[in-house]
């Protein structure tokens, strides 16, 4: 049963936009985590919050921004994509920070033309 | 810092088969490891996971796999596959459950 929910399902747009993807837990957690899989599969960590605040951020371009406005939501805006942002963003959860088990959404397929 | 290594891109075999995906990894401490499967187009679901104890630790529909401290590895293993488990395979550690880092995966094809 689906408890980290993403929106969109999947995304087109062109080089230079913004985009927003959005991200829910329901189940009560307090770290949310973002996720990149590239086309080979290979996936990187990109930010992780606790509780609202930023715990980890990774070597991610600075046009990568992530924004939590409580603990079960974490969205992830990406101003003037590129073509290597083309990409699965995963979004992921557990119950807290060091705390084991992760629990990952069906993930945002973006596309940059 | 951690790594993991799954030296198989790809396996293939026959429905009924066991399976064996490996898994290795590098790290100045014993981390968290992890299974995880990937269907098409969805995300990832947990297999099973080891934090300490018996080495050999059982998972969702009938895998399981075996943490070995001194080859630095945690194997994944099923005694016979089905064609619904054709999927890519992830394993990952953390470090007291922090973020996961995973190896590059393994595509499993499993022929009818």
């Known amino acids: 049963e689906t408890a980290v929910f993403q929106t969109p399902n999947y995304h087109v747009t062109q080089v230079g936009n913004e985009v927003s993807f959005n991200c829910k837990q329901t189940?009560?957690?307090?770290?949310m985590y973002w996720y990149k899989q590239d086309s080979k599969k290979l996936l990187k960590i990109m930010f992780s919050y606790n509780n609202k605040q930023l715990i980890v951020n990774e070597t991610v371009p600075r046009r990568f921004s992530p924004q939590s406005s409580d603990k079960a939501h974490l969205n992830l805006r990406i101003k003037s994509v590129e073509p290597e942002d083309s990409a699965v963003y995963l979004c992921a959860s557990s119950l807290y920070w060091g705390g084991g088990t992760q629990y990952f959404g069906p993930g945002t397929r973006l596309l940059v033309l | 810092a951690q790594s993991v290594t799954q030296p198989d891109a790809r396996v293939t075999v026959s429905e009924g088969a066991s399976l064996q995906l490996r898994c290795k990894y590098s790290?100045?401490?014993?981390?968290?490891l992890f299974w995880y499967v990937q269907y098409p187009r969805q995300g990832l679901q947990l297999l099973l996971k080891?934090?300490?104890?018996?080495?050999v630790v059982q998972g969702v529909n009938g895998f399981e796999a075996e943490f070995s401290k001194s080859n630095s590895s945690f194997h994944l293993r099923k005694a016979s596959v089905h064609w619904s488990d054709s999927a890519v395979y992830f394993c990952?550690?953390?470090?007291?459950?922090?973020?996961?880092?995973f190896g590059g995966g393994t595509r499993l094809t499993v022929r009818p």
């Open positions: 080891y934090y300490s104890g018996d080495p």
């Open positions: 189940l009560g957690h307090d770290t």
């Open positions: 990952a550690v953390s470090l007291a459950g922090a973020k996961l880092t």
């Open positions: 790290s100045s401490v014993t981390p968290y």
